[in-house]
């Protein structure tokens, strides 16, 4: 599969784009995926941290879509988007790879706690899709119109 530019009525594919989709909810995760397939890109998906950290060495994506609030895991490992975040830049194939937060924490200090933890964008839930595909699209150095 490859990703769209978009340039007005007609798309333009790029291809290699792949874009991983960090989040618990199995809702969300199909809902964005099905958002960025239509638009080309390919998705790999995580479910948790221990996923996420292993999707980035396996997979190498282009742009990481990142929750901030996981359940504890079974092994008791408290996994947050902000831990996840400190993970990937433990990671040197990860320290490039742009992270678009996406996340249902109200909390006004989140954004610019993501922020400063490393992340280019900040999308409260529920999201508006063509606002973060624009986002997507503009942080990979896709034109854009």
């Given at each position: 599969?490859?990703?769209?530019?978009?340039?007005?009525?007609?798309?333009?594919?790029?291809?290699?784009?792949?874009?991983?989709?960090?989040?618990?909810?199995?809702?969300?995760?199909k809902t964005i995926?099905?958002?960025?397939?239509?638009?080309?890109?390919?998705?790999?998906?995580?479910?948790?941290?221990?996923?996420?950290?292993?999707?980035?060495?396996?997979?190498?994506?282009?742009?990481?879509?990142?929750?901030?609030?996981?359940?504890?895991?079974?092994?008791?490992?408290?996994?947050?988007?902000?831990?996840?975040?400190?993970?990937?830049?433990?990671?040197?194939?990860?320290?490039?790879?742009?992270?678009?937060?996406?996340?249902?924490?109200?909390?006004?200090?989140?954004?610019?706690?993501?922020?400063?933890?490393g992340a280019v964008?900040?999308?409260?839930?529920?999201?508006?899709?063509?606002?973060?595909?624009?986002?997507?699209?503009?942080?990979?150095?896709?034109?854009?119109?």
């Amino acid at each position: 599969m490859s990703t769209v530019l978009s340039t007005g009525s007609t798309t333009t594919p790029i291809p290699g784009k792949k874009i991983l989709v960090v989040d618990d909810n199995a809702v969300v995760i199909k809902t964005i995926c099905l958002k960025l397939q239509g638009a080309g890109f390919r998705v790999v998906t995580a479910m948790d941290g221990t996923e996420a950290v292993a999707a980035v060495r396996k997979e190498n994506p282009d742009l990481i879509l990142l929750d901030l609030s996981f359940p504890a895991e079974v092994t008791g490992v408290p996994w947050d988007g902000f831990r996840i975040m400190e993970w990937f830049g433990r990671l040197e194939s990860a320290k490039r790879i742009p992270i678009v937060v996406i996340t249902g924490n109200e909390d006004p200090k989140a954004r610019e706690r993501a922020t400063n933890a490393g992340a280019v964008a900040f999308f409260q839930k529920p999201i508006e899709h063509d606002d973060l595909l624009k986002i997507i699209r503009a942080t990979l150095g896709e034109k854009v119109s």
